[in-house]
């Protein structure tokens, strides 16, 4: 069974840095993206981050790029965010998203089909 599975988050202080964790299981191949969701006071959820597995490019939404990374482990199980200079505004329940897709490179606006239950960030002092 396809399933993703989020943890890392916790509380930093503002200007800290965290890496969150998306540990992916049942997937057969590597045409999935896997993205970094966050969801909004409003309760909208906003992409932050993809990387296609099997080709490794990554693309970072440009309201983070300056500060946000996305990777993946060799075994390509694991996607990592790596979160630096953390603001308040960050703070939010993060969301880990797989879809299969035959294309290279990923987008965070797709329909994302596989989800974790979330891991909280809190960014205060």
């Known amino acids: 069974q396809l399933g993703v599975v989020e943890s890392g988050g916790g509380l930093v202080q503002p200007g800290g840095s965290l890496r969150l964790s998306c540990a992916a299981s049942g997937f057969t191949s590597d045409d999935y993206a896997v993205a970094w969701f966050r969801q909004a006071p409003s309760g909208r959820y906003n992409g932050v981050a993809c990387v296609k597995l099997s080709t490794g490019i990554p693309t970072i939404a440009d309201s983070v790029k300056d500060r946000f990374s996305i990777s993946q482990d060799d075994a390509k199980k694991t996607v990592f965010l790596e979160m630096n200079n953390l603001k308040p505004e960050d703070a939010a329940m993060y969301y880990c998203?797989?879809?299969?897709?035959?294309?290279?490179?990923?987008?965070?606006?797709?329909?994302?089909?596989?989800w974790g239950q979330g891991t909280r960030v809190a960014v205060s002092s």
């Open positions: 998203g797989a879809t299969y897709t035959r294309q290279r490179v990923c987008n965070v606006n797709w329909d994302y089909d596989i």
